[in-house]
């Protein structure tokens, strides 16, 4: 059981590049997000999705794409990275029965925008 | 708006003195709190939920529907501690699998 895993660890990409970080749960969580944590920022809410075929925004969705084509995986898209988008990704799963939601972590993709 | 602040950016204590990481929130209902933490190099875990009520790793955490507060406490703290340390909200009012985070304390723990 892996639990949450995210590829790649690093990436570096000169602006105006696009690229896909992958995210795949094997727990069969429902919910999956994404967020992205930057100094003195906490967490931030990118895109989320409660199931397969449904995603919505969350608190800073510009620049990112997504979609859940399997209960498994949920890839962020980076249509055209900026300067701005330098950050660390971090990708989560959660059960959503069952009462309270604890979600699940991976390991986190840093990504640098040059 | 829902919100959750963590005003200190930086704890720094000695080994064995108290800790105390505060927490406050702003949510229209009844939310869920929890305490998340990073250790270097590590993927950010649970540590503790409110409604457990439970200790861990010698850490607990009261909410405060009055002060609308959920401060970490420990009485004694090891260096084992240092950490990146995150409180998060959610409930109903925000979609219940939605997590908001606060901004992060780094509690370092000194020898």
């Known amino acids: 059981n892996a639990g949450v895993t995210q590829t790649p660890k690093f990436q570096v990409l000169k602006t105006g590049q696009s690229m896909t970080l992958q995210c795949a749960q094997d727990?069969?969580?429902?919910?999956m997000s994404w967020y992205r944590q930057d100094p003195g920022m906490g967490l931030r809410l990118i895109h989320y999705?409660?199931?397969?075929?449904?995603?919505d925004q969350g608190e800073v969705p510009n620049g990112y794409n997504v979609s859940r084509s399997t209960t498994e995986d949920f890839p962020l898209r980076l249509l055209s990275a900026a300067p701005s988008q330098t950050s660390v990704y971090f990708c989560a799963s959660s059960s959503t029965s069952g009462g309270t939601y604890e979600q699940y972590f991976g390991p986190g993709t840093r990504l640098t925008v040059t | 708006a829902q919100r959750v602040t963590q005003p200190e950016k930086l704890l720094s204590v000695f080994k064995g003195a108290p800790v105390e990481l505060k927490c406050n929130y702003s949510?229209?209902?009844?939310?869920?709190l929890f305490w998340y933490v990073q250790y270097s190099r590590q993927r950010l875990q649970l540590l503790l939920r409110?409604?457990s009520r439970e200790s861990i790793k010698g850490f607990t955490a009261d909410l405060n529907k009055g002060e609308t507060s959920f401060h970490l406490k420990k009485p004694f703290a090891q260096e084992e501690d240092s950490a990146m340390y995150y409180c998060?909200?959610?409930?109903?009012?925000?979609?219940?699998?939605?997590?908001?985070f606060g901004s992060g304390t780094r509690l370092l723990v000194r020898p």
């Open positions: 949510y229209s209902g009844s939310p869920e």
């Open positions: 999705s409660v199931g397969a075929g449904i995603t």
């Open positions: 998060a909200l959610s409930g109903a009012a925000v979609s219940s699998y939605k997590l908001i």
């Open positions: 409110h409604i």
């Open positions: 727990m069969n969580h429902e919910y």
